[in-house]
């Protein structure tokens, strides 16, 4: 029995503004096809973290971010695959959000997550999300 392909990391951009953060929807065809998420993309060899989060938002939605903090990795298998995923808090630094590769985007408010349909890897990073801005309300 041959093992699941592993992508790799998964760099993964929660870009925050006026009280709402940045989700993208997967085009049609694709994998996980109409799935929300947050932005990002597969770090390439030699790349550090921060320069592949630059560079795939550069890429899909020609902005460049400051990189506020870290958030927890998600390892997370899925039917065909399986990646380790390597999300960051953001701000935008430069650029408005254009789409060159996702069908739509929206900013929403940790209280909106219930109406979008994320792939399970993201769970783990919006529970995490959700607990940080409970917290910082308090």
């Not at 929807?25 to 320069?51: C, D, H, I, M, N």
């Not at 940790?110 to 309300?137: G, Q």
């Amino acid at each position: 029995m041959n093992p699941l392909p592993h992508i790799g990391d998964v760099v993964c951009a929660i870009i925050e503004r006026d009280g709402a953060f940045l989700v993208t929807q997967r085009s049609a065809g694709r994998t996980l096809a109409l799935k929300w998420e947050f932005p990002g993309g597969k770090v390439e060899e030699g790349e550090s973290y921060p320069e592949a989060l630059q560079r795939e938002l550069q890429e899909e939605l020609g902005v460049e971010v400051a990189l506020t903090r870290p958030l927890t990795p998600v390892f997370h298998a899925y039917r065909d695959f399986s990646l380790r995923l390597v999300p960051f808090l953001c701000t935008l630094r430069s650029g408005e959000p254009v789409l060159h590769e996702h069908r739509a985007l929206a900013w929403i408010t940790p209280e909106m997550i219930p109406a979008y349909d994320f792939p399970e890897a993201d769970l783990p990073v919006l529970d995490e999300y959700r607990a940080l801005r409970a917290a910082s309300d308090r």
